[in-house]
T-cell receptor
Framework: SQTIHQWPATLVQPVGSPLSLECTVE??????LYWYRQAAGRGLQLLFY??????ISSEVPQNLSASRPQDRQFILSSKKLLLSDSGFYLC??????????FGDGTRLSIL | SQQGEEDPQALSIQEGENATMNCSYK?????LQWYRQNSGRGLVHLIL?????REKHSGRLRVTLDTSKKSSSLLITASRAADTASYFC?????????????FGTGTRLKVLA
Protein backbone atom coordinates (compact mmCIF):
# COMPACT_ATOMS: atom_id res chain seq x y z
CA SER A 1 0.00 0.00 0.00
CA GLN A 2 0.96 3.63 -0.34
CA THR A 3 2.97 5.47 2.30
CA ILE A 4 3.17 9.24 2.30
CA HIS A 5 6.13 10.93 3.97
CA GLN A 6 5.91 14.60 4.91
CA TRP A 7 8.46 16.78 6.61
CA PRO A 8 8.99 18.66 8.71
CA ALA A 9 6.20 17.78 11.15
CA THR A 10 6.27 21.23 12.72
CA LEU A 11 7.64 24.51 11.42
CA VAL A 12 7.74 28.01 12.85
CA GLN A 13 8.66 30.72 10.38
CA PRO A 14 8.76 34.54 10.47
CA VAL A 15 6.58 36.60 8.17
CA GLY A 16 8.33 37.22 4.87
CA SER A 17 10.54 34.15 5.01
CA PRO A 18 10.53 31.45 2.29
CA LEU A 19 8.93 28.03 2.63
CA SER A 20 9.56 24.59 1.28
CA LEU A 21 7.53 21.57 2.38
CA GLU A 22 8.28 18.20 0.88
CA CYS A 23 6.14 15.16 0.32
CA THR A 24 7.32 11.81 -1.04
CA VAL A 25 5.28 8.74 -1.88
CA GLU A 26 6.19 5.06 -1.58
CA UNK A 27 4.37 2.01 -2.83
CA UNK A 28 2.92 3.28 -6.08
CA UNK A 29 3.91 4.92 -9.34
CA UNK A 30 2.38 7.74 -11.34
CA UNK A 31 -0.01 8.78 -8.57
CA UNK A 32 -2.20 11.86 -8.48
CA LEU A 33 -0.78 14.10 -5.78
CA TYR A 34 -2.57 16.73 -3.71
CA TRP A 35 -1.74 19.51 -1.25
CA TYR A 36 -4.42 20.52 1.24
CA ARG A 37 -4.53 23.13 3.97
CA GLN A 38 -6.62 22.66 7.09
CA ALA A 39 -7.45 25.53 9.43
CA ALA A 40 -7.88 24.65 13.11
CA GLY A 41 -11.06 22.64 13.65
CA ARG A 42 -12.07 22.93 10.01
CA GLY A 43 -12.24 20.87 6.85
CA LEU A 44 -9.65 20.51 4.12
CA GLN A 45 -9.11 23.07 1.41
CA LEU A 46 -7.54 21.74 -1.78
CA LEU A 47 -4.60 23.95 -2.79
CA PHE A 48 -2.89 22.10 -5.65
CA TYR A 49 -3.08 18.80 -7.46
CA UNK A 50 -0.80 17.10 -9.95
CA UNK A 51 -1.37 14.29 -12.42
CA UNK A 52 2.27 13.94 -13.47
CA UNK A 53 5.78 15.37 -13.41
CA UNK A 54 5.71 19.10 -14.00
CA UNK A 55 1.90 19.20 -14.20
CA ILE A 56 0.39 21.39 -11.50
CA SER A 57 -3.14 22.71 -11.14
CA SER A 58 -3.94 25.43 -8.65
CA GLU A 59 -7.32 25.52 -6.99
CA VAL A 60 -7.23 28.89 -5.28
CA PRO A 61 -5.23 32.07 -5.84
CA GLN A 62 -2.72 32.39 -3.07
CA ASN A 63 0.78 33.10 -1.92
CA LEU A 64 1.90 29.49 -2.45
CA SER A 65 3.18 27.43 -5.36
CA ALA A 66 3.74 23.73 -5.95
CA SER A 67 6.15 21.68 -8.01
CA ARG A 68 6.54 18.03 -8.91
CA PRO A 69 10.16 17.45 -9.97
CA GLN A 70 9.88 13.65 -9.76
CA ASP A 71 7.05 11.17 -10.10
CA ARG A 72 6.69 10.62 -6.36
CA GLN A 73 7.83 13.98 -5.03
CA PHE A 74 5.58 16.96 -4.43
CA ILE A 75 6.84 20.26 -3.03
CA LEU A 76 4.90 23.20 -1.62
CA SER A 77 6.72 26.53 -1.65
CA SER A 78 6.44 30.21 -0.95
CA LYS A 79 8.85 33.06 -1.58
CA LYS A 80 7.46 35.22 1.23
CA LEU A 81 5.17 33.83 3.90
CA LEU A 82 2.15 35.74 5.17
CA LEU A 83 0.44 35.40 8.54
CA SER A 84 -2.54 33.91 6.72
CA ASP A 85 -0.39 31.00 5.50
CA SER A 86 -0.47 29.45 8.97
CA GLY A 87 -2.20 26.10 9.11
CA PHE A 88 -1.92 22.36 8.90
CA TYR A 89 -0.68 21.21 5.48
CA LEU A 90 -1.48 17.74 4.26
CA CYS A 91 -0.16 15.87 1.25
CA UNK A 92 -2.21 13.07 -0.28
CA UNK A 93 -1.83 10.52 -3.04
CA UNK A 94 -4.29 8.45 -5.01
CA UNK A 95 -4.65 6.37 -8.16
CA UNK A 96 -7.69 7.17 -10.29
CA UNK A 97 -10.83 7.26 -8.20
CA UNK A 98 -9.36 5.16 -5.42
CA UNK A 99 -9.28 6.49 -1.83
CA UNK A 100 -6.62 8.98 -0.94
CA UNK A 101 -3.67 8.19 1.29
CA PHE A 102 -2.50 11.01 3.52
CA GLY A 103 0.75 11.96 5.18
CA ASP A 104 0.81 13.05 8.80
CA GLY A 105 0.98 16.72 7.88
CA THR A 106 3.10 19.76 8.66
CA ARG A 107 1.89 22.27 11.22
CA LEU A 108 3.08 25.68 10.03
CA SER A 109 3.05 28.66 12.35
CA ILE A 110 3.90 32.13 11.07
CA LEU A 111 5.14 34.70 13.58
CA SER B 1 -18.81 24.72 -4.65
CA GLN B 2 -19.44 21.03 -4.12
CA GLN B 3 -18.47 21.12 -0.46
CA GLY B 4 -19.99 18.57 1.86
CA GLU B 5 -21.42 19.68 5.16
CA GLU B 6 -21.32 17.37 8.14
CA ASP B 7 -23.88 17.42 10.88
CA PRO B 8 -23.49 17.68 13.81
CA GLN B 9 -20.27 19.66 14.07
CA ALA B 10 -19.53 18.00 17.40
CA LEU B 11 -20.88 14.92 19.13
CA SER B 12 -20.22 13.56 22.61
CA ILE B 13 -21.45 10.11 23.62
CA GLN B 14 -20.80 7.41 26.19
CA GLU B 15 -18.77 4.33 25.35
CA GLY B 16 -21.04 1.59 24.01
CA GLU B 17 -23.53 3.99 22.43
CA ASN B 18 -23.96 4.41 18.69
CA ALA B 19 -22.75 7.53 16.89
CA THR B 20 -24.43 8.87 13.77
CA MET B 21 -22.96 11.56 11.55
CA ASN B 22 -24.56 13.04 8.47
CA CYS B 23 -23.13 14.58 5.33
CA SER B 24 -24.87 16.63 2.67
CA TYR B 25 -23.44 17.63 -0.69
CA LYS B 26 -24.50 19.77 -3.60
CA UNK B 27 -23.88 18.13 -6.99
CA UNK B 28 -23.91 14.70 -8.60
CA UNK B 29 -21.20 12.30 -7.52
CA UNK B 30 -19.62 9.02 -8.58
CA UNK B 31 -18.73 8.01 -5.05
CA LEU B 32 -18.63 9.30 -1.51
CA GLN B 33 -15.97 8.46 1.03
CA TRP B 34 -15.64 8.77 4.77
CA TYR B 35 -12.34 9.52 6.47
CA ARG B 36 -11.20 9.68 10.06
CA GLN B 37 -8.63 12.08 11.50
CA ASN B 38 -7.03 11.72 14.89
CA SER B 39 -5.91 14.99 16.42
CA GLY B 40 -2.83 16.38 14.70
CA ARG B 41 -2.57 13.51 12.22
CA GLY B 42 -3.41 12.84 8.60
CA LEU B 43 -6.71 11.43 7.39
CA VAL B 44 -7.34 7.71 7.17
CA HIS B 45 -9.81 6.26 4.70
CA LEU B 46 -12.70 4.34 6.29
CA ILE B 47 -15.17 3.40 3.60
CA LEU B 48 -16.23 4.24 0.05
CA UNK B 49 -19.77 4.00 -1.25
CA UNK B 50 -20.58 4.30 -4.93
CA UNK B 51 -23.49 6.30 -6.29
CA UNK B 52 -25.38 3.13 -7.25
CA UNK B 53 -25.10 1.70 -3.73
CA ARG B 54 -27.47 2.54 -0.90
CA GLU B 55 -25.75 0.95 2.06
CA LYS B 56 -22.37 -0.47 2.94
CA HIS B 57 -20.91 -2.11 6.02
CA SER B 58 -17.38 -2.46 7.33
CA GLY B 59 -16.97 -3.89 10.82
CA ARG B 60 -18.76 -1.51 13.21
CA LEU B 61 -19.28 1.05 10.46
CA ARG B 62 -22.44 1.41 8.41
CA VAL B 63 -22.73 3.98 5.65
CA THR B 64 -25.88 4.92 3.78
CA LEU B 65 -26.23 7.05 0.68
CA ASP B 66 -29.35 8.78 -0.61
CA THR B 67 -28.51 10.38 -3.94
CA SER B 68 -32.00 11.86 -4.30
CA LYS B 69 -31.42 13.87 -1.12
CA LYS B 70 -27.71 14.27 -1.75
CA SER B 71 -26.90 12.99 1.69
CA SER B 72 -24.99 10.24 3.45
CA SER B 73 -24.74 9.01 7.00
CA LEU B 74 -22.03 7.21 8.93
CA LEU B 75 -23.06 5.05 11.86
CA ILE B 76 -20.50 3.75 14.33
CA THR B 77 -22.00 1.05 16.52
CA ALA B 78 -20.89 0.13 20.04
CA SER B 79 -18.50 3.07 20.17
CA ARG B 80 -15.18 2.91 22.00
CA ALA B 81 -12.99 5.61 23.49
CA ALA B 82 -10.54 4.93 20.65
CA ASP B 83 -13.19 6.11 18.15
CA THR B 84 -12.65 9.66 19.41
CA ALA B 85 -11.61 11.60 16.30
CA SER B 86 -12.92 13.90 13.59
CA TYR B 87 -14.84 12.32 10.74
CA PHE B 88 -15.06 13.78 7.25
CA CYS B 89 -17.04 12.94 4.16
CA UNK B 90 -15.50 13.53 0.76
CA UNK B 91 -17.22 13.64 -2.62
CA UNK B 92 -15.48 13.20 -5.93
CA UNK B 93 -15.35 15.66 -8.79
CA UNK B 94 -13.82 14.76 -12.11
CA UNK B 95 -12.05 17.67 -13.78
CA UNK B 96 -10.23 17.14 -17.07
CA UNK B 97 -9.93 13.45 -16.29
CA UNK B 98 -8.46 14.04 -12.84
CA UNK B 99 -10.17 12.97 -9.67
CA UNK B 100 -10.46 15.67 -7.03
CA UNK B 101 -12.14 15.25 -3.70
CA UNK B 102 -14.13 17.89 -1.90
CA PHE B 103 -14.08 17.44 1.86
CA GLY B 104 -16.75 18.48 4.28
CA THR B 105 -16.22 20.45 7.45
CA GLY B 106 -16.15 17.38 9.69
CA THR B 107 -17.80 16.05 12.82
CA ARG B 108 -15.73 15.97 16.00
CA LEU B 109 -16.68 12.84 17.90
CA LYS B 110 -15.79 12.36 21.55
CA VAL B 111 -16.47 8.99 23.15
CA LEU B 112 -16.41 9.08 26.94
CA ALA B 113 -15.15 6.03 28.81
Amino acid sequence: SQTIHQWPATLVQPVGSPLSLECTVEGTSNPNLYWYRQAAGRGLQLLFYSVGIGQISSEVPQNLSASRPQDRQFILSSKKLLLSDSGFYLCASSRGNQPQHFGDGTRLSIL
Amino acid sequence: SQQGEEDPQALSIQEGENATMNCSYKTSINNLQWYRQNSGRGLVHLILIRSNEREKHSGRLRVTLDTSKKSSSLLITASRAADTASYFCATDAITSGTYKYIFGTGTRLKVLA
